[in-house]
């Protein structure tokens, strides 16, 4: 069974920067991608970053050029850079992880993240 730990959350001015890591333990299975979702109040959750096991990266396009989404291999972790934070950007932000199929297979618990003055 996939585990996904994610950390970093907290609270953070307009303009300030956090970073976001998923630990993944794959446990024998095979993940094709992981990324970041999140869930604004009273919305949809999102998909913000992705990242597949060849690196190749895609970016919802409010967070293109602020947020960079990466790789530790050292730590198995993912890691989400957020920088130019907006109170917009307040959300609770999931770790998910792909198999094969279209939607994740595996979640994160969630971690709260909050821009604001």
């Known amino acids: 069974q996939v585990q996904l730990v994610e950390s970093g959350g907290g609270l953070v001015q307009p303009g300030g920067s956090l970073t976001l890591s998923c630990v993944v333990s794959e446990n024998g299975v095979r993940l094709s991608a992981v990324g970041w979702y999140r869930q604004r109040p009273g919305k949809q959750r999102e998909l913000v970053a992705g990242?597949?096991?060849?690196?190749?990266?895609n970016y919802t396009d409010s967070v293109k050029g602020r947020f960079t989404i990466s790789k530790d291999g050292a730590k198995s972790a993912v890691n989400l850079q957020m920088n130019s934070l907006k109170p917009e950007d307040t959300a609770v932000y999931y770790c998910?992880?792909?198999?094969?199929?279209?939607?994740?297979?595996?979640w994160g618990q969630g971690t709260q993240v909050t821009v604001s003055s």
């Open positions: 990242i597949t096991i060849q690196g190749k990266t």
């Open positions: 998910a992880a792909w198999t094969m199929s279209r939607s994740p297979s595996y």
